[in-house]
Nanobody, 125 residues
């Protein structure tokens, strides 16, 4: 059974930083990619960044470029999202998800089959 556990969320002031972690266990279906999504009430879930497990190729949403960095530690089966220069509009519930290798580029929720429970990020002005 696949489990994803996010951690690292919290409350920060605008301009601050947070580092989210996503620990993956139980995935035995070969190569995969991991992505971070976020969602606020009343809005659709949107992709933030993804990374291919095999080659580490990252992909970012436009709003994340230059501020967020996705990375992975394959030995720990953990993916990180370093978020800098946070803005109030980054406030959301952040989820990590696992999908088929090669599908991370599009950052579409439909391409990801396994999801964590989410970790809240709140940025105050």
């Amino acid at each position: 059974q696949v489990h994803l556990v996010e951690s690292g969320g919290g409350s920060v002031q605008a301009g601050g930083s947070l580092r989210l972690s996503c620990a993956v266990s139980g995935y035995t279906y070969g190569s995969y990619c991991i992505a971070w999504f976020r969602q606020t009430p009343g809005k659709e879930r949107e992709g933030v960044a993804s990374i291919e497990r095999d080659d580490g190729a990252p992909s970012y949403a436009d709003f994340a470029k230059g501020r967020f960095t996705i990375s992975q530690d394959n030995a720990k089966n953990t993916v990180y999202l370093q978020m800098n220069s946070l803005k109030p509009e980054d406030t959301a519930l952040y989820y990590c998800a696992v999908g088929r290798a090669g599908y991370g580029w599009f950052l579409l929720p439909v391409d990801f089959n396994y999801w964590g429970q989410g970790t809240q990020v709140t940025v105050s002005s």
